[in-house]
């Protein structure tokens, strides 16, 4: 099988062939010592979500900065994390179908602490009727405080189903968790502090209450119920990132090198990364990402191998055929899961590949 050149350490970053996504190594030691040093100052325990970036090394300096534990978002990640000596593992997904939990069983075996969620009784049925008799699952109630996505949707639900997990052969009750609607804390806080009034009148302990997600991760102080906070791509940051306020472009570790293959008109180029290099996720922009020495240029469109670039809003030079440009993804999470390593370096020089381990691992 025939693979891409490796880049190597030392090399140039314009030296390399493309398209190619790039880390910048003190961007990313930024990022991860802004958010640890806010959570510890706020006494909240931070659990990353790998999906950015699906490579161990980056969740061991994670870890080494302060985070407890990992999320994941699928049994396959967690089983690579697991085999990377990580032990204390949340998986967000409802888990459902004989062979995933076979594979949860064994995977709860293999490690101190893992941890689920569930929302129905039917996935905790399915839960209960695996892992009756054997090593206990912890399980959390998963809960829609706004974001429309999973979760049940009131207190109330949230203590039947707490009840209803403390009662299942196997399970352990383990606490509430959502992902939330950005900048609406107030109403998580509303959600959360209700069902844990109501869990303790009946006597039930909720030992984790897990909010998340990185567009308003620096209001997560004012969810006071919260014991933990999840976040992922705060360690990439990406141009959506930076709209929602939470970082500017400059924190955005993550680039897209990308070469100019074509210029058919003064006002348009043609790069060699499309889909399946920028991915087509809009997030609510018309556009798929920002060219960074031309911020003026647009990408209004991609095919699976060609990205086209309107440039007629650019003054003075515009990039050439065999120039090399460094693209902010809308969608850094997308990006990590197209290719096989990615390619770290430190003021455009090449400092380390990583495979991207858990990559394509959405089972």
């Not at 990640?77 to 004989?98: K, M, R, S, W």
């Not at 075996?109 to 689920?116: C, T």
């Not at 009784?121 to 959390?140: E, Q």
């Not at 009034?197 to 030992?207: F, H, Q, W």
Request: net charge negative.
């Amino acid at each position: 099988m025939t693979t891409p050149p490796r880049p190597q350490i030392g090399q140039p970053i314009l030296s390399l062939s493309t398209p190619l996504p790039l880390i910048d190594e003190d961007r990313l030691a930024a990022n991860i010592a802004r958010v640890q040093t806010y959570l510890d100052s706020h006494g909240l325990a931070f659990r990353p979500h790998i999906k950015t970036h699906k490579i161990p090394a980056i969740a061991k300096a994670q870890e080494a900065a302060g985070a407890r534990g990992i999320n994941c978002q699928k049994i396959t990640e967690a089983e690579v994390f697991a085999d990377a000596g990580f032990d204390d593992i949340l998986i967000t997904f409802n888990i459902l179908g004989p062979e995933k939990l076979d594979r949860l069983k064994v995977l709860n075996e293999r490690i101190a602490s893992l941890k689920v969620v569930a929302d129905s009784t039917v996935t905790v049925a399915g839960l209960s009727a695996r892992f009756a008799g054997a090593k206990p699952l912890i399980v959390l109630v998963e809960c829609d405080t706004g974001a429309g996505r999973c979760g049940v949707q009131d207190p109330a639900a949230a203590v039947f189903l707490a009840q209803a997990i403390a009662a299942a052969d196997g399970l352990t009750f383990g606490g509430l968790l959502t992902y939330p609607k950005a900048h609406d804390e107030a109403a998580v806080e509303a959600f959360f502090s209700s069902a844990i009034a109501s869990l303790k009148a009946l006597g039930i302990p909720c030992p984790i209450v897990s909010h998340g997600g990185t567009p308003s991760l620096f209001s997560a102080h004012h969810v006071p119920s919260a014991t933990e906070h999840r976040a992922g791509t705060y360690v990439y940051n990406d141009r959506a990132m930076a709209r929602s306020g939470h970082c500017t472009l400059d924190d955005c570790a993550m680039q897209v090198l990308a070469t100019v293959v074509a210029r058919p008109t003064p006002d348009r180029a043609v790069l060699d990364a499309g889909s399946k290099a920028l991915t087509s996720d809009l997030l609510g922009f018309s556009d798929y990402g920002v060219i960074v020495d031309y911020p003026d240029a647009v990408i209004t469109g991609l095919s699976e191998e060609h990205g086209v670039v309107d440039l007629s809003r650019v003054t003075g030079a515009r990039p050439e055929i065999g120039d090399k440009v460094l693209i902010v993804p809308n969608h850094t999470c997308v990006v990590s899961n197209l290719f096989d390593v990615m390619t770290f370096h430190r003021e455009g020089v090449v400092t380390r590949v990583e495979d991207v381990a858990a990559r394509g691992l959405v089972w």
